[in-house]
Each structure stands twice: as C-alpha cells, then as structure tokens.
C-alpha cells in the first residue's frame, strides 16, 4: 500500500446505501475512513471511527474542527434525503450544509478534496426540489475554487437496498408489472464497487493535479437499460422471470405516490413518494466517457451487478416483505381505530351490554367502555407516527394479552362466541410483534 492510502478521509452520511459500503470498502484498501453519521444501527457501528455527531446543526466553526482534528484529506459528501418532511429538508441539506462544508475546508488551511455524491441530469430537466437543491450544491462546488470531484452515480447497485433500490427488488419478488410507460424508462445503472473504486483512485491523486482538481463525472455503465430490464435482471436473480404478473395501471403509482406522501408527514420514508416517482420517471442516464478515460474504470454491467450474486433466501424474503410492510402498518392502525370508534360511537349499547350482562359493576361499565375504546383508538394513532410506532405497537400487544386474560376471568363465554372475536386476537399479537420486528428502516 502506497503511502498516499494513508490518507484521512471523512465520509458524511456514512449510515447510507453509498455512505456505508464507501466506509468499510476505503478502510479494507487501507485508507484511515472516518465515517460521520448522525445515527448508526448496532450493526452499522463496527469501528470506533464511525462517529455519531449532529451534522445538520454543526456550524461552520464545529465543521472545520472536525475537520482539523481528524488531519481530513478528503471529505466525502453522502449526505441527501428524498423529500421535505419531519425531519427532513432538501434545501438544509443539500445546499446549506454544503455552503457551510465549503467555507469549513477553506477555514482549515488544509489541502482538501472534496468528493460530492449528486444525481444524474441537467437542471432543465430538474422537477423536485429534490433534484433542484442538488443542482444548486453543485453549483456551490463548483464556484469555490476547491479541489473537487462532484459524482452522479446512475441507479446504484450494491449489495444492500434502501429506499428506491429496495422498491425494484420488490416489484422483481411480486407478480407485478409496472405500467409500460414507466417501465421504459431509460436507466443507467452503476456498481456500488465502482463508485468506491473511483473514491479510492481519486484520494491518491496530488491534489495539485489540474486533470482532476475540478472534475464531474458520470458513473454508469455505458449502455442504457429501461427500468423494466433493471426489474428482470433481479427477477433472473430472485427465480420468478416466468411468473405469472399482473399488469398495474398508471393511476395506482399515483395514488402509491399520494399515500406515500401522507406517510411522510407521519415522520415515515416510504419508497414511493411522489419525488421519487417524479424522478424515476424522468430516468436516470448520462456519459460516463469521461470518468472511465480517466480513471481506467470499466463499469459493471447490470447483469454483472446483479448476476454475478444470486439472491439469497435473506434477499427474497426482504424483497417479498418490503411493499407488505405498508400494508401490515396500515391494517393495525385500521384495527386499533376502527375498534376503538365502533365501540364508543356506533356500537356502544352493545358494548357496554357485554359487561353489564356478566355482572360488572353499574358504576364502572360506562367509564371502562369509554376507556378502552378511547385506548384502543390511541394505539392506532401511536402506531401511525413513527417515532411513537415502536410504544404503540408494544402498547397494542400488552393491552391485546390484558383483553384476553381479562375476558378468561370475567367473560369466560365469549372465547367460544360464534364469530370467534377472542380467538382472531392471538392472530392480532403475533402480526404486531412481526411489525414491531420489521419497525427498522433500513
């Protein structure tokens, strides 16, 4: 190993798709990577150079600390979301951030690189503010005089999937087709190996170099390829190329897209949102000339991406898992409400009857009628908001047990009542502990 592969680099947005394979593939060619995130899962925290720091918040003067104690050669911009939400700003992140990442490498008086992960296209192609806010970063970087390198990685494909790379595997897993406009969509994938390859080649290049002091480059296999021939090469992989599919229309991925955006408003980050249908539409293709005549990379196909792994038993099951998520969410926030309104508002005689007619205290048979309806539908909500699901599902499974233990006791009739309400309930439990288990976004 060279001792340019000594080389500090920092990757921002290092619990990310691009972000976490850039870490541990830099730190397995023997580069020092610190890999700067403002959450990692337990299994993502491998190193103790994977640092947990508040990077929408740090200021111009926390940034150039950073990057003077860690001695930074290169930084490595990962950082993107999809959509404004909770949480979530494309203009803080994509723009302002890197205003601020900009003046921090000059304020460090240090020869710095910087490597900026953006998006395929032109601006007048530009429809989101998504693609908008990327647009103008690169155009921050490519004003300010530093040492840059600003990558538009094609459709990415990597060994791991999240958000839209996750929503082609399932659609590949499912016996769906996408409408024939969509799935004609020209798309220009690219290897997640390919883009650590051109980081790695990049970090040993003298940052005096002219030929790569200011550079953009497309990364993707030369040959286009529609967004329907991305899902068959994972349906080869996944064995269901000759299963039987249903056509789905155009007007379901808008309302997919509708949905998906109310979710988002719940602090979710659903697939399919309506940025992301906006830009799958618009496609993703570009030249990648440039960046393989300088680099001497050599892309790998789509069919090399992902034939040269078949699916495992772990990738179908995620795949064939990933759009039922959704639906297993929205049948128990359905479940918990629906319950909860029935009993307090159209069916309430009835409901508060049952425990009268098994000798309950006159006194209490209003107040625990409205008191459990009240909590049934206060679970469903919990479980609709993100940050509150985890509570709210647990809540649902505590007070699903307590209604079934409570029923042995006092209402010992209804577990053989002719609709078998008390019996679906075990059902009910084990779907919310599989949705507890399934809570994880990534």
Known sequence: MSDDASHNILVLGASGLIGRYLTD?????????????????????MSAADLELPLMSMDVADLTQLLRTHEVNVVVNCLGVLQDGPGSDTSAVHRDFVARLLEAIRDSHRAIRLVHISIPGSA?????????????????????????????????????????????????????????????TPFQPVAVEDIAATIA???????????????????????????????????????????????????????GARLGDLTNRLGWMPPMRSTAIAELRRGVTGDPSPWMHATGIVPKTIAQAV???????????????????????????????????????????AAAGILSAHHFPPALVGPVTVGTSLMDMSIGVLIAIRRAAAFG????????????????????DLWIEPLGALVKTGPAIVLMLVALLMLDNR
């Open 25 to 45: 593939d830099l730190r397995a060619r023997g580069f020092h990577a610190i890999g700067i995130a403002r959450q990692f899962t337990a299994a993502q925290k």
């Open 124 to 184: 007048d192609q530009d429809r989101t503010a998504f693609s908008a806010t990327k647009r103008k970063a690169e155009r921050l970087i490519a004003a300010s005089g530093i040492a840059h390198a600003i990558l538009r990685p094609g459709f990415v494909i990597a060994p791991s999937a999240y958000g839209g790379s996750a929503m082609l595997r399932a659609l590949a897993a499912l016996p769906v087709d996408l409408p024939a406009d969509e799935a004609a």
């Open 201 to 255: 080649w990049l970090a040993t290049r003298d940052i005096d170099d002219e030929a790569v002091r200011s550079v953009t480059w497309d990364l993707m296999q030369k040959q286009p390829v529609s967004l329907g021939g991305v899902i068959a090469q994972f349906r080869w992989s996944f064995g269901t190329a000759k299963q039987f599919r249903i056509a789905s229309p155009s007007f379901l991925i808008d309302l």
């Open 307 to 349: 034939g040269g792994r078949p699916a495992t038993i772990q990738d179908k099951w995620f795949a064939r898992l990933f759009l039922i998520k959704a639906l297993i969410f929205a049948s128990l926030v359905l479940f918990w409400v629906a319950s909860g309104f029935i009993a307090l508002v159209i069916s309430y005689d």
């Open 393 to 412: 599902l647990v809540a649902g499974i505590v007070a699903s047990l307590g209604y079934m233990f409570g029923s042995a006791i006092l209402t010992p």
